[in-house]
Every structure is written in C-alpha cells, then in structure tokens.
C-alpha cells in the first residue's frame, strides 16, 4: 500500500521556523520524486520543492528560494521541509507528494499525503 504521510505543520509567528516531514511507504522509495506542495484558499495548488530520491537533484519555488530547504532520508523513507523565515503568505496546507516525473508540477505527481496545515501570523 502506497502510503504518504505529513507532520509538523502548526502556528507561528512571521519570522519563525518549522520542520515538515513526509514519511512515505509502500513503494521502492529510489524510483520516485517527492514534492511538497501548498495550496492557499482561492488559489491553485503550487509546487513548492521537489527533490528526487535517486540523484537528489532539487527544485524550489522562486518564493522560497533561500528560506526553505528540502532534503531526504532514504534509511527512514523521509523527506523534510526546513522552512525559516517564515512569512504570512506562506501560509497554507502543505502536502507531500510522490511521482516518477523530473519536474514539479502537481499534475506529475500519482500518491498525496493528507497534509498538514502551517499558519504563520504576523
């Protein structure tokens, strides 16, 4: 069973961090990108990092570029979402997501997490 699953999410303040997880599962863990995605009421879903399991080549978001950073931890199935510097408008539902594209766009990726809300107030 192909299985994703978000953590971390929470409340803070403009300026502050957190830490996402996307623990995933039932599938071969090197053959797929992970992304993390956002989605904010009334706007469309956007590709907020992606990084791939196999070469660890990865992309981010021109919004996030120098706050956030991904990374993975193949032995525990793991990929992360340091986010610092945290603003207002990042606030959204955050979803990891695997697919077996080279982008990150929404439409590439097959299995989505639940997600995991992060609010940042200012």
């Known amino acids: 069973e192909v299985q994703l699953v978000e953590s971390g999410g929470g409340l803070v303040q403009a300026g502050g961090s957190l830490r996402l997880s996307c623990a995933a599962s039932?599938?071969?863990?090197?053959?797929?990108?992970i992304g993390w995605f956002r989605q904010a009421p009334g706007k469309e879903r956007e590709g907020v990092s992606c990084?791939?399991?196999?070469?660890?080549?990865?992309y981010y978001a021109d919004s996030v570029k120098g706050r956030f950073t991904i990374s993975s931890d193949n032995a525990k199935n793991t990929v992360y979402l340091q986010m610092n510097s945290l603003k207002p408008e990042d606030t959204a539902v955050y979803y990891c997501?695997?697919?077996?594209?080279?982008?990150?766009?929404?439409?590439?990726?097959?299995?989505w997490g639940q997600g995991t809300q992060v609010t940042v107030s200012s």
């Open positions: 039932g599938f071969t863990f090197d053959d797929y990108a």
């Open positions: 990084i791939s399991s196999s070469d660890g080549s990865t």
């Open positions: 997501a695997a697919g077996n594209g080279l982008g990150c766009y929404y439409y590439e990726y097959d299995y």
